[in-house]
């Protein structure tokens, strides 16, 4: 009761346990008298693992209901169109990590491969809810590419999956996800009854440079928009056929863009990428093809369908205005417990949107509103980003400035 509470007033603008025990006087109708803030940090650090573990299983019992009712809505389930193409019972979990500061010594904050200091946490988001499904609170120097935590936060994100939308995964990361034992572990998640396929980022190496110098004028086609439009400016290739590299999974192709670089990129261009005058990313796939997708195989929407990946920074962004950027205690286990509150006010807001306002032609974009104690936060981001098109825009694309150091730390 105590968490339900301070999730509702997360939503209603709530960014500390100070905002959420006023904010506790607009829903005392519902839950009864206000739950002081002491109260409610007495029971984040009484949350151990065993009772996150059944609210994991009472979150997903109750998505579970929530989405048959989406399927009931005039427009029915939520499925992503990407470049004109429907993804008609594909579920598209983006995973993604991100940084969140602290002003002091808290226990496992650490420094972060971008210098700061404070915490790395990694989470699971479904692209087609909004919804946040997992998150794995990791201290700061955790490594942006650890095998085990993306598998278990995509585990613990697939646990979170009504079983009947479970038949068709696609999951989407970006350069952290490029290594053999993820790629394995998605490789095997496939049975007869689930199809599991995924997009990730890849570091550029000196022999896909060499590959890359060996692709024909004529390879290079132009990309897509997310409105499926030419990307004047912007190319692709297949590269699977001139990079062999051994040891990856088998039917593993990898898709290479190349654009102009701003002035942002200079510092960052290998001597390659200077003598070309163009900067490289690639996307590694097992989709060679998407049942009942027409063109699914084209390198020019695969492309696209990674690129979109970047919507997750809206979600990020969203839970970070929710409270995330702001972990209340020194205790590691209060932290974890208070990171579980913006995920369920993330559901709730959600589904708030989904089931009330399905008709409305795009959500809320991101503005700043009082919270109970005068002080202010951000509103949920819009689910579409323009930034997905390509490097000129604020948000980061896929491939080699996407992701940090290789284990950094």
């Known amino acids: 009761m105590v968490v339900g ?17 006023q904010l506790q006087a607009h829903h005392q109708g519902l839950f009864g008298a206000t739950v002081s803030d002491s109260t409610t940090r007495r029971t984040l650090a009484a949350m151990d693992e065993e009772v996150l573990a059944r609210i994991a299983r009472v979150r997903a019992r109750v998505r579970r209901h929530v989405w048959s009712l989406l399927h009931l809505r005039p427009g029915g389930f939520p499925w992503l169109t990407i470049a004109g193409k429907h993804l008609h019972r594909w579920v598209v979990i983006d995973m993604d990590a991100t940084i969140v500061t602290a002003a002091s010594k808290r226990e496992g904050a650490a420094a972060t491969w971008k210098k700061s200091f404070g915490f790395h ?22 490594g942006s590419n650890t095998v085990a935590d993306h598998i278990r936060v995509l585990r613990e994100a697939l646990a979170q999956v ?3 939308s479970t038949a068709k995964i696609l999951v989407r990361v970006d350069g952290a996800g490029a290594t053999h034992g993820l790629h394995e572990h998605l490789r095997d998640l496939n049975t007869m009854r689930r199809t599991v ?19 024909p004028e004529r390879a290079w086609e132009t990309s897509i928009k997310q409105d499926g439009s030419l990307q004047e400016g912007y190319f692709v290739a297949e590269l699977s056929g001139l990079n062999r590299r051994a040891g990856w999974i088998k039917g593993m192709r990898l898709i290479v863009r190349r654009v102009r670089p701003s002035g942002r990129h200079a510092k960052d261009l290998t001597t390659f990428e200077k003598k070309t005058g163009w900067k490289y990313s690639i996307v590694a796939t097992n989709i060679s093809r998407m049942a009942r997708i027409p063109g699914s195989h084209q390198i020019q929407w695969l492309d696209v369908l990674h690129r979109h990946h970047a919507v997750v920074e809206d979600q990020v ?5 929710k409270g995330l950027h702001n972990l209340p205690s020194k205790s590691w286990q209060i932290n974890q417990a208070w990171m579980l509150s913006p995920n369920l006010a993330a559901d709730l807001d959600a589904w708030f949107h989904l089931l009330t306002l399905h008709d409305h032609p795009a959500w809320p974009t991101p503005s700043r509103t009082p919270s109970a104690s005068g002080s202010t936060t951000s509103r949920p981001a819009s689910r579409t980003t323009p930034a997905a098109d390509g490097y000129g825009s604020s948000a980061p694309g896929p491939g080699r400035t996407r992701s940090p150091p290789p284990g950094g730390g």
């Open 317 to 321: 962004k969203a839970n970070k205005a």
């Open 121 to 142: 946490p990694l989470a699971a988001w479904c692209a087609n809810t909004g919804e946040c499904l997992a998150m794995l609170l990791r201290s700061g120097n955790a």
């Open 197 to 215: 396929r995924f997009t990730t980022g890849w570091t550029i190496t000196d022999e896909d440079e060499k590959a890359i110098a060996r692709l």
């Open 5 to 21: 509470q301070l999730a509702v007033a997360i939503v209603l603008g709530a960014a500390n346990l100070s905002d959420a025990e």
């Open 162 to 164: 009504p079983g009947a």
